[in-house]
């Protein structure tokens, strides 16, 4: 069976991509299988760059198609931010409680309406033989004045999604992998991946 890396060592982000990827006779493998993987530090300026970096560069380590996802909340009365820095908007090894904590102080005298938020996914796919797409995904959101929620990780427990009236942390895998921003990415990528399978790309 062929292979295809995702390239990340976040345990809960490669589990979400497997679910979502279960459906195709593939072989997928994650940065844990690859010890040695380069580090890779994601210094673009938006998550496309960054997601198309972190799969050329590990594409290249291994030989293999790679699939790599930049991520993050952007928060409209912040300015977008966290955005690119949202795994380190605390600090440069923050903690997901230490983000999270920061992200409720500045929003601690913002009236609930100014709360709108979104979380973005770019997703880059890239192949030995030169061949690169990427897709985005979005969900849109509010940001709530406490932690709600026990699953999911990052800032799940804060972001909340006004049909459904849960927090992304409140909601089962499924439910999550059917709205989130990561899995409408994914919806897009999985015809290109399926695409590249039949053409020998994979």
């Not at 594409?59 to 909340?73: M, P, Q, V």
């Not at 966290?82 to 920061?102: I, L, T, Y």
């Not at 897709?135 to 999911?152: A, F, M, S």
């Not at 709205?179 to 991946?193: C, D, E, F, N």
């Amino acid at each position: 069976m062929v292979a295809l890396v995702i390239a990340s060592r976040n345990e809960h982000k490669v589990e979400e991509m497997r679910q979502l990827l279960a459906g195709l006779t593939i072989r997928v493998l994650s940065l844990g299988d690859f010890p040695d993987a380069p580090q890779i530090e994601e210094d673009g300026d938006t998550f496309k760059a960054n997601a198309l970096k972190k799969a050329r560069i590990i594409s290249k380590f291994t030989n293999l198609t790679t699939l790599a996802d930049d991520s993050g909340l952007e928060v409209d009365i912040l300015g977008g931010q966290p955005g690119v820095h949202s795994a380190r908007f605390a600090g440069e090894h923050a903690s997901d409680g230490e983000n999270n904590a920061k992200l409720l102080r500045l929003m601690e005298k913002v009236p609930a309406r100014d709360k709108t938020a979104r979380f973005r996914c770019v997703i880059a796919l890239v192949s030995p033989h030169g061949v690169e797409e990427s897709v985005e995904g979005t969900c849109p959101g509010l940001i709530i004045d406490r932690p709600r929620g026990n699953g999911g990780f990052g800032y799940d427990p804060l972001f909340m999604v006004p049909e459904l009236g849960q927090t992304f942390a409140e909601l089962s895998s499924d439910e999550k992998n059917g709205i989130s921003h990561r899995g409408r990415a994914l919806q897009k990528i999985l015809p290109i991946v399926q695409q590249w399978l039949d053409e020998g790309w994979i």
